[in-house]
C-alpha cells in the first residue's frame, strides 16, 4: 500500500523586497544591454567592416558576462548575510536592527519591527523549500 500523498511545502515568507529588488535592476540591466546590443548589430549591419560587427556583437556580449557575475555574487553575499541565524534584519531593507530593542522603528528605511515577528519571517524565508516535517 502507498503512503498518502503530503501536502507540499510552501515558502511562508516570499523573497524580502530588497533582494526582490535587486533581481528587478538585473532583468533591467539585461534588458538594457540587449536593446544595447540589438541596436549596435541593427547599426552596423552591411555598412560597416566585418570586424567592427563582430566588436559590436562582442562588447555587449562581454559586459551582460560580467553584469550577471558581478549580480550572482552580490546576491549570494547579501541572502548568505541575510540568513545569519540569531542576527535580526529588516525584511524590508536587510538592515541590522541587533541592539535596536525587540520593537521599533528601522533607521535605515524607516518601517517598523517586531523582533520576534522578524526573525520567525527570516526563518521562514531560509528554510523555504525544505520540508522539515518528520516523516509520516
Known amino acids: 500500500m502507498l503512503p498518502e ?10 523573497t524580502p523586497p530588497f533582494l526582490r529588488k535587486r533581481v528587478h535592476r538585473f532583468v533591467a540591466g539585461i534588458f538594457a544591454l540587449c536593446v544595447v546590443q540589438a541596436g549596435l548589430l541593427l547599426a552596423g549591419a552591411g555598412s560597416r567592416p566585418f ?3 563582430v566588436v559590436f556583437a562582442v562588447v555587449p556580449g562581454i559586459a551582460g558576462c560580467v553584469y550577471t557575475t558581478w549580480f550572482l555574487l552580490t ?3 547579501a541572502t548568505a548575510r541575510a540568513k545569519i541565524p540569531g542576527e535580526l534584519r529588516c525584511w524590508e531593507c536587510g538592515y541590522s536592527l541587533d541592539g535596536h530593542g525587540e520593537a521599533g522603528t528601522c533607521p535605515e528605511c524607516g518601517k ?3 523582533a520576534h515577528a522578524t526573525r520567525a519571517m527570516w526563518r521562514g524565508y531560509s528554510r523555504r523549500g525544505r520540508d522539515d516535517r518528520p516523516p509520516a
Open 5 to 14: 500523498p503530503r501536502e507540499p511545502v510552501l515558502a511562508p515568507h516570499p
Open 51 to 53: 570586424l567592427l560587427t
Open 75 to 77: 546576491w549570494h553575499r
Open 112 to 114: 517598523t519591527f517586531d
